[in-house]
């Protein structure tokens, strides 16, 4: 609950907490938050000290006199008082903030601090064993939830806390984009009756045809599970009932990706199969060639300029990516016609997978043709 006189700092805060999770109430005095707490039990409270009616001093004292089960109390502050400070820590209050916070960061603290008090309450998730643990040490998988349940999204959020995996919550479909082109993301869960034209497997098939090839759980209820094809939804690995609690959420994500490298290249499942699985395949032309070199590398040791002039011996590759990135939500608020601008939009990675699934499914571009014309052949044998 977000305690505060000023409308626009409620709203603010509600704003940036909604994004990791959280599912806030408020209010705008002491007086009609105890009220409040009377009929909820809330996890964390933060609270203002200047307000009319009841001010946050007096509030805090009496919350903590009235609740049995504690919740966590943060105190956002202008004002400077150290004898209140000081009175407020003797309660058991510690996490005293002075007003302005920049509301991301002050989010996240107050997710940590959440995450810190349940480990301390709780043994730590136990995610599904693998024999090979495809997680670097001091990494994490990151999970994206899409979901309207507010609640099922809070809750997921505090069960992944100790375990390997970085649950992030995203609000819209172009949130998830926004977060697909700011990191690597390895798993999606997102809800099959979502908000909008699309539903859940809709969404993922569109992420795949923009060669965003993330696997997804579908999550619903039985019913409209019931009525999917899996076999058909591109891109869904798993289907979830909506009653499914989230620790046993997370053993399943966690369990899948352990059987995955994750830090798999996006590219069409079908060229990476057959890159991956046919060893005596016909040699690739020598731009993929020399694009899966690139790929081997860290994105710190790509060169732009060298991968660009590479892709350039191809004249038909080099359109064909112009044309899927601009195409694809990746570049939609900026579209680029140069081919340098491009591949540093997407970044080197991202631009060589897409090259390396445009080369594997076309055969029209004139480099392809005597490759496409050996792998006839050698398929048929």
């Not at 916070?101 to 601090?113: C, D, H, P, Q, S």
């Not at 997370?250 to 046919?278: K, P, Q, W």
Request: glycine fraction near 4%.
């Amino acid at each position: 609950m977000i305690v505060d006189d000023e409308s626009a700092i409620r709203e603010l805060l509600s704003r940036a907490l909604s994004q990791h999770g959280f599912r806030c109430d408020t209010a705008e005095n002491g007086e009609t938050a105890l009220e409040m707490c009377a009929r909820h039990q809330y996890d964390l409270i933060i609270t203002d000290l200047k307000m009319p009616v009841m001010n946050g001093h007096i509030f805090c004292t009496q919350l903590m006199k009235q609740q049995d089960r504690k919740p966590e109390i943060c105190v956002l502050t202008g004002i400077i008082q150290p004898l209140i400070d000081e009175d407020l820590r003797k309660r058991g209050i510690k996490h005293l903030y002075r007003k302005p916070v920049e509301y991301k960061e002050f989010a996240k603290n107050m997710l940590e601090i959440l995450n810190r008090k349940k480990a301390s309450r709780h043994k730590n998730l136990e995610p599904a064993q693998s024999d090979e643990s495809t997680t670097p040490s001091g990494s994490k998988h990151n999970v994206v939830v899409l979901s309207t349940d507010s609640s099922f999204c809070h809750r997921i959020v505090l069960a992944s806390a100790e375990s390997p995996l970085d649950v992030i919550v995203a609000l819209s479909t172009d949130h998830l984009l926004e977060i697909v082109n700011e990191k690597r993301i390895d798993l999606l869960i997102i809800d099959q009756e979502i908000t909008g034209f699309l539903r859940g497997n809709q969404i993922v098939e569109r992420l795949h045809a923009d060669l965003i090839n993330i696997p997804a759980f579908l999550r619903g209820s039985r019913d409209s599970l019931a009525r999917l094809n899996i076999d058909n939804c591109q891109g869904v690995e798993k289907t979830i009932e909506e009653e499914t609690d989230e620790t046993e959420i997370l053993n399943l994500a966690y369990g899948y990706m352990s059987r995955l490298s994750h830090h798999c290249l996006m590219i069409d499942s079908a060229a990476r199969r057959l890159v991956t699985e046919f060893s005596d395949v016909p040699p690739i032309p020598h731009v993929l060639t020399r694009l899966v070199a690139h790929a081997t590398r860290s994105t710190l040791e790509i060169s732009i300029p060298q991968l660009v002039s590479e892709i350039e011996t191809d004249s038909r590759l080099t359109s064909e990516l112009i044309k899927v990135a601009n195409s694809s939500q990746v570049a939609a608020s900026s579209k680029q016609k140069d081919l340098k601008g491009i591949v540093t939009l997407l970044g080197p990675r991202k631009a060589i997978a897409i090259c390396l699934s445009l080369g594997l499914r076309t055969v029209r571009s004139k480099l392809m043709l005597p490759w496409a014309e050996e792998f006839r052949h050698w398929y048929l044998k």
